[in-house]
Structure formats: structure tokens, C-alpha cells
């Protein structure tokens, strides 16, 4: 056991020693962490270790990831694993396999080593301490098997840190508390699913559905306990809980984000945003402190447009954005939302849902914590960045017609062929978004339909879909690549067509909660990143009314998000409880 | 009337009156074609004419067509038409619409002035002097309304061409009586289709089926009525005549091409080439000649590989290739070739089969004429061309595979977009293929299966084929396009699989026998153009026992073929059998 305290008096000796085994067989990496000192928090003690990772560039990592044993490999039979990876794979219950897992696990070891030449690494011990199961590890072995070997690289060194953050959690006894209730109350909603998780292994809660409706419930109930002066269910199902403060007519910060999640959806996608805030309120009251403002978290119901052809249905009651017209779209089993709602007790009214619009004049702005959905924060290794803009976006969805012709008998300059027109407006959509920074450009459709080997390609469907932080740098990303089509299509002599089918507006943040999110980042002892938010989220819905800033947290492998894979580990979940905490102290100074 | 002697000796004030009225409105074509004298042949005039109206630029090419009617339009109905276009018109039934066609027609052709700016225009009187009936014109109209306008423009240039043509026969008094009987006797054939042609009107012959055998017995008939001295059925279906040379011990010229088809064909690919050599030699016959060799022409039973998983069955009995287990296949009724074989009276046995095996020794050479099956004669408007060499070729089909994600929050430097690769890929092709003179390469399947408007692609399913005049020059643009996909795929951290499907070795034309071809053209007084075949023919099969050597001949509407629209003139059928008939010459005279 040490403390960080003790940690920055020590010489770089004693640092390594006391460091021993947080990352296997490698003390270089302690070493150089040394020269980073004084740490002002565990947060930048551990960054300064991930640094010195990425500094020691592709030979050493190869090194550290070779420093570490096979699991339930040869080493463990024979007992020469370190005492801390015996711990860990015994309490991943692998020194317990049946002889036809030990069998497997050897056969996907031996193929994993084959194909990367590191042996896999997983930290088998998870959040709730039990980790890992024997069939999830193998689970996963099987799957990374089939990773691009650059994507598999960076994900073992994941691996390792997040192992290294265990066995340094363990040394300075200090354990994400806060972290761990978010965690494991995002465990807990994940039980509510249609149909049951249980019955199938999958999440998914649609609007209004009785795993929604659970939903709505526990959060009420969670609300309350965490000490809420009143929760309140509102007319289309948000789950609204106010915490006063410290005068009955104190401003108001909104917060908050959505319960619902897609079909075979990630645990932490909108629900980290509520918990977050729940578990920073918690906090407030067992302090029994008020600030100069009230804090009001609506968990919104309905965000991921699943169930009806409607998105942001929470946010835009809050806005006065909810389309009467939606009230009657029908769902695939042909109930309106209108039936839907009333079979919920809700009241199923436009009159009920205007009422529920705020007023700006009472909130000081609204702030949203989420995961990021995306690789940045993973491949930079910070767990926090702090939300620039919601990129605005336009899609188009079209075809380019050429002229199908005989593979063998159409000279190269005698063809309009459509696939290969394509494929240079691909190309053009990736540079002019490549060009402009925080852009995005793809071209996620590209078929040509029937296609044959021996046929130049006469049709190609398309898509687009382009993103950036402003409207202005959108469209100017997209009237180029526009243009470029048109100049392909005309020089090549084939006829296009693009239909668009959306248009959303982008929402930068407001420079002074963009600060404040910065500042609480800063404040943790981390490095400020800003990113784009490629993704929608209710606070572009909230951006109509009120200033906005959102927080991300990184999620894990490559930010995989809308799919079980999907996670957030307690650690970073208690930065951002912590980040969170720290915007709420500024706010109340100010 | 007038005569080809008398047009060459004219003034061009005379030439230009002689020919009024075979281009519309546009005496400014003769005019320029009068330097070009004197006309050799008729083909030579009419070349003379096509290249006049080349040289006179895109703007006189616009007046031309402008100056055309409209098909049933105001002029007609007013009668202002010229004395040729109103005969036409009133020959193609134009004159006698009901009131609904004639409203559909006025539609239909104010949507094309509106479309292209000129009005549309087809030679209506067609080969056997019936032409086009009112719904194929109506028909042919609605089809054309969706071309591109480059090629809708090229596609009219050459109808006024065809126009010029037909009418100028009438001046000249003189008609291809051959070429004619070469087109009848392809629409004669294709009254045998599976099911009949009169039920569905698609034409569709495949190997042994009742519509074949009806071919086989046709073509047999027609062997003895143009005065073969002998003809039988061989082995494997091939219809086979012999026209005896002056001697008994006369070395054997072999020619012919193949009778079946694919699924809704076209009447002339393969039939062309067994109708022109048998329109040749009824002409020796007529004229009570022999040659100091025989002529043996073969009505190949199969080439297109439609019923059994094989082509060039006819071919490859004469080359000793017939393959055994080619007998046990079955087709999609689950009957053999064996059975199917035995059903036609043929005797199903190996040891008959392997003794239609040519002797080399006893043959001079091989020739086939076939229709170009591709753009390049039909653009150069070149009715005949001479193969350099069918070109050899190989094809991969295969995938791409990176890594599929969000495409709002990817960054772009992040991403492993395996259509991106694709595209490159696809590009890669068409550049190495462009720069390699006659060579081809193609990627005829483009597909992101499933893919989203939103995802970046993780996989993208491509193929490639590749051609070339010889085998070397095949491979160093197959292997140039392989190396640039695996560069790209290391470049951007995505796999690639491309699976070997096919490899077919290059066959140069013979440099003796493609010099006769082109002698036999030029005698026509026609340029001579040297194109390699792209598509795969009975030649092919045949380059590994002897020389050989094919003709081409031009095909309509951009050289479309393996379908309804392929055509072929009469006209130029009838330059065919010159030509061939002048290498039969040729060939006895050395």
C-alpha cells in the first residue's frame, strides 16, 4: 500500500519499486512516468504512465505486450505467473476450466499468437470485482482473433492500462466509489429489456414499452433516494427530479439525457448522463449543501427514434419542438403514439405536452454528460474530452446510371462506367472532408445492384452523409464534394441523381459552459481535449433554448457504441462524476 | 438512277443534286464527300459520306439531326414531308395511327426535343423491306428517351446513317441481296426458341433442347440446298458440311461459328458467322466453282456454356479438349449431358466424341466471322474489322474488409473505410488497364453488403477482370492492379481476399491469315481497322490445333449483343460475304 503523496516525495528507485507489477514485467514504464512528478491527482498519475507508454513507441509496447503471460496458458499451469496475474486469472475462475476450455483457450491462444505475435490480453477483472467470466473470455478471444492487427494492438494496450489501473487502484487502496454506483445502477436498468435480457441477452427499450416503463420507475425511485425535493413524471414520459437550491427562486441548470436505447443497445448510452448526475446530487445532499441555483436531471424518454418515426421525442417537449402530428404516427404493430401514451397514463395531449416547454428566463443553461460513441478518446488515451460542437449534418441518398456494357469488348475509353464514376465521387467526399478540420464525409451506401465480374457496371447506388461544426464549414464540405460529382458525372457521361433526406443544424457549445466543462477537466489533473460530437444528442435539441456544453467519456474498443460491446469503465465514470461535481462548485462560485 | 460510274465522273454541283435527299435537308454531306472520288465501291461512297459528316463537326452533326421530321409529326400531318421521308413514314404505317398512338407518339416526342433538343429519329424500313412496325417504333422511341444524351446523339447520327443508306440503294438500284438472305435465314432460326419465340418473344436456344435440335436440322437443310457435297451431325451436336475442293486430297479450309445462344439473345451471335460462310459458298456453287481446297464449315453445337457448366463444347470436340466429366453434368432439371445426348441420338460415348478430332495436318487454317459484341466498329461507323487477337484474360472475385463504424463520429484520419479502399481499387484498375494499348480491366461487382447511410463501410465485396492481346500484357496489368490493392490496403489498415476465379490464355489472330482479312477488307474499298476481341469465341478453341483468324462485323445501338436489341444490317451482312468470299479468292490464288 502507498499513497500518491508518498509517490511524489520518492526517488525514481523507490517510484519503480512501489509501481512493482502494475504493468507486467516492465518497469521502464514507471521509470520514465517519474520525470512527471508531483502528481496532483490518481488521474494524472495513471496519464503520466500512459504517456510513457506512447512515448516508448511501437518496439517497446510490442515488448510489454510480450511481457505478459498466455491466459491459462503455460505459465499458469506451471505457477510461474506473477502474483498479480495469478490473482487475476484465479479469480477469473480460468485455474478452474474444464478440460474442453483449457482445450479451447490453447487452440485460440496458439492461433492468437500465430496471427499477431503477442500473446491476447483482457483484463478479465471488471467493475463489479467479479470481472470476466471463462466464457465471456473466451467469447472475446475468438472475436479479436479476427481484428485488423493494428486495431488488435491498440486494444491490448488498452488492456493493459485498464489492468494497470486495477492493480494501482489496489496498491494506493483507493477505489471508485462513485464510479461504481453508475456503473452498476447502468447494470441494473439493463435488466428492464423487451423482451426480458435474460431471455435473450440483448437491451433494447423502446419508447413506452413495459421495460420502458420500468425504466421510468427505478429512475423515479433512485431520484428520490439520491435526495431529489420532488420527481415528477411529465407528459411524455421524462422523468423530471428537482433538487432546490439554495432560494425558492434560485435559477435553474438542466441536465440530463436519455433512458431509451436502440435495438441490442449498449448499458451506457444516455443512461450515463442521468446516473452521472444522479450521483453528483447524492453527493450535494449527503453534504447537505445547497448552491446558489437548482439542479433539475430529466431523464428523457425518448431519444434514439426506434419505435416511431420521431426523434428526440423527450428534449422536444422540453423545447415546445413535439410535433402534434407524431401523436398519431403508428408503430409496426400499429398502435399510435397517441394509444401508446394513454396506455401508459400519460395524457396523450398537445395541451399537456405545450405545458411541459421551459421558460429560458428561469435556467442558466443545460449540460449533458455522454459517452463519446466514438475512437477519439480511446486512441488518445484520455478518459474525459469536453464537447466542442454537434456537428450539423446533410445526407443524400441517389444513383449514378452509366451504360452496362460487355467487360471484354468495351474499350477503357468507350465506357461511362457507373461504379468507377463511384468510386472517384467516394474519393472526393473523403478528401473535402479530410480538408476541413473536425469534418466528416462518408459514403456508407455503394452498391451496384446485380452487379456481374464480366459487366461494366451501368447503375451505382450512393449515399452521403456529411458532417461538420458549423453549418457554413457542412455546407461548404458538401457543395464540394457536390460539385465534384457533377464534374465527374459530366466528364465521364453518366446522369446522377442525389435526393437529400436530411438536414439537421449544427450546435456549437456556448463558449462559457465549453470553459466550465474545460476548467473541471483541468481541475482532475487531466490534459483538455476538445472534439466534435459526430453523433446527435438531446442538447442539440436544448441548443434552440438555452446555452449548451456537453462532457464526453471514452468508451472502450475504439468507442464501439449502439452494440453490446459498448462500455464505460468505473474509472472513468468517477472522473466524470468528479467533473461533473467540479462544474457544480465553479458555477456556485461564480 | 444513277450508277457508281456515273457519280464518279460527275461535277460536284451534279454529285450533289444526284444525291439529293439521301442525307435530309443537308446537301452540304455530298457536297464534301465529292472530294473523296472516285468510289471504288459503294461502300467506299457511303464511307465517303460517314466520314463527311464526321469531319463537319458536332454543330453541322446537330443541324443534320434537326433537320430531320419528327416521326408522325406536323409535317407529316401537314404534308410538307420530303418525298423520302413521307414514303418511309407512310411505308412504316405512321400514316394510318389510331388516334391513341398518335397522341402516345406526340408525347413521347415533345418529351425528346424537350430531353435533347432534336427530334428523334430511326430508320423505319428495315431489312426485309417491312421495317419497324408502329409499336416497335413507339417502343424504340420510349426506350431512347432514357439515353444519355451523348449516346442518344451518336445512336441518331447513326440511324440518319442508315436512313442514307437504304434510300441510297434505291438510287443506285442496287440491294444486298446476300447479306439479306444471311439476315433472313437468322430471323428463320430464331423462330426455334425454348419456350417458343411466338409465346414470349425472347429467343433462347440451349444445348440439345427441342428449339436446337430444330437449328441442327435447319442448318443441315440449308448446308444441302446451298450445295455442300456433304453434311452430317457429329458427335456432340455439331452440324458439319464439306464443299469439296478441286481435288479429292484437297487441304481443308475450316470455318464456322455456333448456333446456340444465351437466354434472351440476339439473332446474329454466332448464327452470322455459319450463315455468311454458307451464303459464300452457295455462291462458288452457283458459279459450278471448286478451289484447290475444300471448305469445311461447322455449325458449332455449343459455345455459351447456358444449360451445362461448360462452354465451347462444339469447339473443343474438334480440338481433342472435350472433357469427360463434362458427360456427367447435370443441368438444372438434374439431366446429364450423357442423357441429354442420348435423348438427340447422338452416341454419348468418349471414344466418338475424342474421334471428331481434327488432323492439323489436313487443314490450312481457321477463320470465323461474328459480330463485334462491343461499341468500337458501331463509333468508328466501320461496318467490318479485322481481330488482331481475342484476348486473354483473368478474373478474381473477393472482399475488402476494415472496420465498420460511426459515421458521425469517426474522424476522418481514423477511419478504415473498406469501400474507400474499394474505390481506390476500382480506379487503380481503370488506370493500369487505360494505359496498356487494348487491354481491359473491369470491376464489375461493387458492392458494401447492407450498407448504411450512416456507417462507414466495414466491408466491401469487389471483383476484377482483366484482358489483354497477350498473355505477358494481361499479366503486367493484373499484376499492377494487384500490387496497387495491396498497397492500398496496407496504406489504410484494411484486408483484402481476391480468390483466383478464371484464367483464360490470350489467342493472336495468325499473322498470314489476319493479313488476308484485311486484304479482303481493303478490297471492299473500306479502311482497314485492327480491334482485339474482348469476348471469348469458337476461334479461341481452335488457336491450339491451327492458325486462325476472325472478322468482325459491326453491331447496332453501341454494339449491344446478349440481348433482344443486337442487330446487324443487311448491308452489312452483305460486306461480310464479300469480304469473305474475297479471302476464298485470295486464299486460291496462293
Same mark, same amino acid.
Given at each position: 500500500?502507498?499513497?500518491?503523496?508518498?509517490? /511524489?516525495?520518492?526517488?525514481?528507485? &523507490?517510484?519503480?519499486?512501489?509501481?512493482?507489477?502494475?504493468?507486467?514485467?516492465?518497469?521502464?514504464?514507471?521509470?520514465?512516468?517519474?520525470?512527471?512528478?508531483?502528481?496532483?491527482?490518481?488521474?494524472?498519475?495513471?496519464?503520466?504512465?500512459?504517456?510513457?507508454?506512447? %512515448? !516508448?513507441? =511501437?518496439?517497446?509496447?510490442?515488448?510489454?505486450?510480450?511481457?505478459?503471460?498466455?491466459?491459462?496458458?503455460?505459465?499458469?499451469?506451471?505457477?510461474?505467473?506473477?502474483?498479480?496475474?495469478?490473482?487475476?486469472?484465479?479469480?477469473?475462475?480460468?485455474?478452474?476450466?474444464?478440460?474442453?476450455? +483449457?482445450?479451447?483457450?490453447?487452440?485460440? /491462444?496458439?492461433?492468437? /499468437?500465430?496471427?499477431?505475435?503477442?500473446p491476447f490480453i483482457v483484463a478479465v477483472r471488471g467493475p463489479r470485482g467479479s470481472g470476466l467470466t471463462r466464457s465471456e473470455i473466451i467469447a472475446t478471444l475468438q472475436r479479436r482473433l479476427a481484428s485488423h492487427p493494428d486495431v488488435e494492438f491498440a486494444e491490448c494496450?488498452?488492456?493493459?492500462?485498464?489492468?494497470?489501473?486495477?492493480?494501482? $487502484?489496489?496498491?494506493?487502496?483507493?477505489?471508485?466509489?462513485?464510479?461504481?454506483?453508475?456503473?452498476?445502477?447502468?447494470?441494473?436498468?439493463?435488466?428492464?429489456?423487451?423482451?426480458?435480457?435474460?431471455?435473450? #441477452?440483448?437491451?433494447?427499450?423502446?419508447?413506452?414499452s413495459p421495460a420502458h416503463r420500468d425504466c421510468a420507475r427505478l429512475l423515479a425511485r433512485w431520484m428520490l433516494d439520491c435526495g431529489f425535493d420532488s420527481v415528477r413524471e411529465d407528459a411524455v414520459g421524462n422523468v423530471v427530479g428537482v433538487y432546490e437550491g439554495a432560494?425558492?427562486?434560485?435559477?435553474?441548470?438542466?441536465?440530463?439525457?436519455?433512458?431509451?436505447?436502440?435495438?441490442?443497445? #449498449?448499458?451506457?448510452?444516455?443512461?450515463?448522463?442521468?446516473?452521472? $448526475?444522479?450521483?453528483?446530487?447524492?453527493?450535494?445532499?449527503?453534504?447537505?449543501?445547497?448552491?446558489?441555483?437548482?439542479?433539475?436531471?430529466?431523464?428523457? %424518454?425518448?431519444?434514439?427514434?426506434?419505435?416511431?418515426?420521431?426523434?428526440?421525442?423527450?428534449?422536444?417537449?422540453?423545447?415546445?419542438? +413535439?410535433?402534434?402530428?407524431?401523436?398519431?404516427?403508428?408503430?409496426?404493430?400499429?398502435?399510435?403514439?397517441?394509444?401508446?401514451?394513454? $396506455?401508459?397514463?400519460?395524457?396523450?395531449?398537445?395541451?399537456?405536452?405545450?405545458?411541459? =416547454?421551459?421558460?429560458?428566463?428561469?435556467?442558466?443553461? +443545460?449540460?449533458e454528460v455522454h459517452i463519446e460513441q466514438g475512437p477519439v478518446l480511446a486512441e488518445l488515451d484520455l478518459p474525459l474530452g469536453v464537447v466542442s460542437s454537434i456537428n450539423g449534418s446533410r445526407r443524400w441518398t441517389g444513383q449514378i446510371t452509366g451504360l452496362a456494357s460487355?467487360?471484354?469488348?468495351?474499350?477503357?475509353?468507350?465506357?461511362?462506367?457507373?461504379?468507377?464514376?463511384?468510386?472517384?465521387?467516394?474519393?472526393?467526399?473523403?478528401?473535402?472532408? %479530410?480538408?476541413?478540420?473536425?469534418?466528416?464525409?462518408?459514403?456508407?451506401?455503394?452498391?451496384?445492384?446485380?452487379?456481374?465480374? /464480366?459487366?461494366?457496371? !451501368?447503375?451505382?447506388?450512393?449515399?452521403?452523409?456529411?458532417?461538420?461544426?458549423?453549418?457554413?464549414?457542412?455546407?461548404?464540405? $458538401?457543395?464540394?464534394?457536390?460539385?465534384?460529382?457533377? &464534374?465527374?458525372?459530366?466528364?465521364? #457521361?453518366?446522369?446522377?441523381?442525389?435526393?437529400?433526406?436530411?438536414?439537421?443544424?449544427?450546435?456549437?457549445?456556448?463558449?462559457?459552459?465549453?470553459?466550465?466543462?474545460?476548467?473541471?477537466?483541468?481541475?482532475?489533473?487531466?490534459?483538455?481535449?476538445?472534439?466534435?460530437?459526430?453523433?446527435?444528442?438531446?442538447?442539440?435539441?436544448?441548443? =434552440?433554448?438555452?446555452?449548451?456544453?456537453?462532457? +464526453?467519456?471514452? #468508451?472502450?474498443?475504439?468507442?464501439?457504441?449502439?452494440?453490446?460491446?459498448?462500455?464505460?469503465?468505473?474509472?472513468?465514470? &468517477?472522473?466524470?462524476?468528479?467533473?461533473?461535481?467540479?462544474?457544480?462548485?465553479?458555477?456556485?462560485?461564480?
Amino acid at each position: 500500500m502507498t499513497t500518491l503523496a508518498a509517490l /511524489n516525495a520518492t526517488s525514481r528507485d &523507490e517510484f519503480v519499486v512501489l509501481l512493482d507489477g502494475v504493468y507486467e514485467h516492465s518497469p521502464w514504464i514507471a521509470a520514465a512516468a517519474w520525470d512527471a512528478r508531483p502528481f496532483a491527482t490518481l488521474a494524472a498519475l495513471k496519464h503520466a504512465l500512459v504517456q510513457a507508454v506512447r %512515448a !516508448g513507441g =511501437r518496439d517497446a509496447q510490442l515488448a510489454l505486450l510480450r511481457a505478459h503471460p498466455e491466459l491459462a496458458g503455460k505459465a499458469m499451469v506451471a505457477g510461474t505467473l506473477t502474483a498479480e496475474s495469478s490473482g487475476e486469472q484465479q479469480r477469473a475462475g480460468l485455474t478452474a476450466c474444464t478440460p474442453e476450455e +483449457f482445450a479451447t483457450i490453447q487452440r485460440l /491462444n496458439a492461433a492468437y /499468437n500465430a496471427r499477431f505475435g503477442w500473446p491476447f490480453i483482457v483484463a478479465v477483472r471488471g467493475p463489479r470485482g467479479s470481472g470476466l467470466t471463462r466464457s465471456e473470455i473466451i467469447a472475446t478471444l475468438q472475436r479479436r482473433l479476427a481484428s485488423h492487427p493494428d486495431v488488435e494492438f491498440a486494444e491490448c494496450l488498452r488492456q493493459v492500462h485498464r489492468i494497470a489501473e486495477i492493480r494501482l $487502484a489496489e496498491k494506493l487502496d483507493t477505489q471508485p466509489h462513485r464510479g461504481r454506483r453508475v456503473w452498476d445502477r447502468a447494470e441494473a436498468l439493463a435488466t428492464f429489456s423487451e423482451p426480458p435480457y435474460a431471455e435473450r #441477452g440483448e437491451l433494447t427499450v423502446t419508447y413506452l414499452s413495459p421495460a420502458h416503463r420500468d425504466c421510468a420507475r427505478l429512475l423515479a425511485r433512485w431520484m428520490l433516494d439520491c435526495g431529489f425535493d420532488s420527481v415528477r413524471e411529465d407528459a411524455v414520459g421524462n422523468v423530471v427530479g428537482v433538487y432546490e437550491g439554495a432560494t425558492p427562486d434560485a435559477p435553474r441548470l438542466l441536465t440530463g439525457s436519455h433512458y431509451d436505447t436502440v435495438r441490442n443497445a #449498449g448499458r451506457h448510452d444516455g443512461r450515463l448522463g442521468i446516473l452521472v $448526475a444522479l450521483e453528483a446530487v447524492a453527493a450535494l445532499k449527503a453534504e447537505g449543501r445547497r448552491l446558489p441555483f437548482a439542479i433539475e436531471l430529466v431523464a428523457f %424518454a425518448e431519444e434514439e427514434g426506434q419505435r416511431y418515426a420521431a426523434t428526440f421525442l423527450g428534449s422536444s417537449a422540453l423545447t415546445g419542438d +413535439f410535433d402534434p402530428a407524431w401523436l398519431d404516427q403508428a408503430d409496426a404493430a400499429g398502435i399510435t403514439m397517441r394509444d401508446a401514451m394513454r $396506455a401508459a397514463g400519460l395524457p396523450a395531449t398537445m395541451d399537456a405536452i405545450a405545458a411541459e =416547454r421551459r421558460d429560458p428566463a428561469h435556467y442558466l443553461g +443545460f449540460v449533458e454528460v455522454h459517452i463519446e460513441q466514438g475512437p477519439v478518446l480511446a486512441e488518445l488515451d484520455l478518459p474525459l474530452g469536453v464537447v466542442s460542437s454537434i456537428n450539423g449534418s446533410r445526407r443524400w441518398t441517389g444513383q449514378i446510371t452509366g451504360l452496362a456494357s460487355h467487360a471484354g469488348t468495351t474499350p477503357m475509353d468507350r465506357r461511362r462506367d457507373a461504379a468507377a464514376a463511384a468510386a472517384e465521387f467516394v474519393l472526393a467526399a473523403e478528401r473535402r472532408a %479530410a480538408a476541413v478540420p473536425d469534418a466528416v464525409a462518408t459514403v456508407g451506401m455503394l452498391e451496384v445492384p446485380g452487379g456481374s465480374i /464480366n459487366v461494366v457496371p !451501368g447503375r451505382c447506388r450512393i449515399s452521403l452523409d456529411v458532417r461538420a461544426t458549423s453549418d457554413a464549414a457542412r455546407d461548404a464540405v $458538401a457543395d464540394a464534394v457536390l460539385a465534384d460529382l457533377a &464534374e465527374i458525372a459530366q466528364r465521364r #457521361g453518366v446522369d446522377c441523381t442525389l435526393t437529400p433526406t436530411m438536414q439537421a443544424p449544427a450546435a456549437p457549445s456556448a463558449p462559457a459552459w465549453l470553459a466550465r466543462w474545460e476548467a473541471a477537466v483541468a481541475a482532475l489533473g487531466l490534459p483538455v481535449h476538445r472534439l466534435p460530437s459526430g453523433a446527435g444528442h438531446d442538447a442539440m435539441t436544448l441548443h =434552440r433554448l438555452m446555452p449548451q456544453a456537453m462532457l +464526453f467519456v471514452r #468508451g472502450g474498443e475504439l468507442g464501439i457504441s449502439h452494440n453490446p460491446l459498448e462500455t464505460v469503465t468505473d474509472d472513468d465514470a &468517477e472522473l466524470a462524476v468528479a467533473a461533473f461535481a467540479t462544474l457544480l462548485d465553479q458555477l456556485a462560485r461564480e
